[in-house]
């Protein structure tokens, strides 16, 4: 059954070091700057405002300020974790970051802060899975699992890889205790502007994102596990309005099985009605299987949707 967006699991994407406005903010908190104690109330705010319009879980994200000084991003993860346990009103809050330095110390974080709700983690990957999963017996948390592939000379091959990264997944989460419904497989929006495969037969990696969805949710092993996207990848480098194209992204992933989203909760997206023209054009990405004429297909669309919107 499709799920609709009123449905969807919102995971609050504002308090994200990737987003210019908040970077600024949180660079403020970084420098130890002067204004950082109207910055700290600024992230604050954007903690309750999401909280108030729905979200699921409340991401941060610090990563921009690691490379710098990864002992101080370590503090702002911790300060950041303690600020949502207490401002969300309740949410949990879902620690974000391609580190698991981080990972470990928003999850360490949250426990001392003694806040209900079990918090995300995000992302899982397969070579430091089972690091973090260890953490899991003394810990509790619920996952997103990033599921991304090299890509090989053929859609079939590629499909199969995807699958088989979630299984090994699944399979090792299972041994450390997790339900199913505590995992989340999260399959990698792509761009739509670059996402225009030139090797002969390689599928675009739309069309991979939800067909390795469709694949999780019509597979028996998977029942009761969930699939994500950070829909706001869709849109980048694209003319015109995001959440029109965020929009469509998201209701032609929502007939593919996804369950949760990584959104702007506070935004029109949720709110958006999707445009008939933008959704055919997200069709013809996700059918791009590496066939010429598909490939056409979804050139042709998003040329005449840049065209129309310079």
């Given amino acids: 059954m499709t799920n609709s967006v009123k449905d ?12 210019p406005s908040m970077n600024r903010v949180m660079k403020v908190v970084f420098e130890n700057a002067s204004g950082s104690e109207q910055a700290v109330e600024k992230i604050c705010e954007k903690i309750r405002q999401q909280a108030e319009n729905g979200a699921d879980y409340i991401e941060v994200n610090v990563d921009d300020f690691y490379a710098e000084d990864s002992a101080r991003a370590e503090e702002m993860m911790r300060q950041f974790v303690q600020l949502t346990a207490e401002h969300s009103r309740g949410v949990p809050v879902c620690v974000d970051s391609s580190n698991d330095e981080l990972l470990i110390a928003g999850l360490e974080a949250w426990e001392q802060s003694g806040a209900a709700g079990k918090p995300m ?6 070579h430091s899975m089972e690091r973090l999963f260890e953490l899991s017996r003394e810990k509790p948390f619920v996952f997103i699992a990033l599921i991304m592939i090299e890509q090989g000379s053929s859609a079939e091959e590629d499909l199969e890889k995807s699958v088989s990264t979630a299984e090994m997944i699944f399979d090792k989460a299972i041994e450390y205790g997790f339900k199913p419904e505590e995992m989340y497989f999260d399959t990698s929006a792509f761009p739509l502007a670059i996402d225009l495969p030139m090797n002969p037969g390689q599928p675009g990696r739309t069309w991979l994102a939800f067909e390795t969805i469709r694949a999780i949710k019509g597979n028996p092993k998977f029942e009761g596990v969930r699939c994500s996207l950070g829909v706001s990848n869709c849109f980048r480098d694209l003319p ?5 194209i965020a929009a469509a992204y998201l209701a032609v992933a929502l007939e593919y099985g996804l369950d949760a989203g990584i959104v702007n909760v506070c935004g029109k997206l949720l709110k958006t009605e999707p445009d008939k023209n933008l959704t055919d054009m997200v069709r013809r990405f996700a059918a791009l299987d590496g066939s010429p004429e598909k490939l056409g297909d979804a050139m042709t669309a998003i040329s005449s949707y840049c065209t129309e919107n310079r």
Avoid: L
Avoid at 8 to 19: F, N, P
Avoid at 240 to 244: E, I, L, M, V, Y
């Fill in 121 to 126: 983690i995000n992302s899982v990957k397969p």
């Fill in 240 to 244: 015109g309005s995001k959440n029109a």
């Fill in 8 to 19: 969807i699991i919102k995971i609050g994407e504002s308090v994200h070091a990737s987003i």
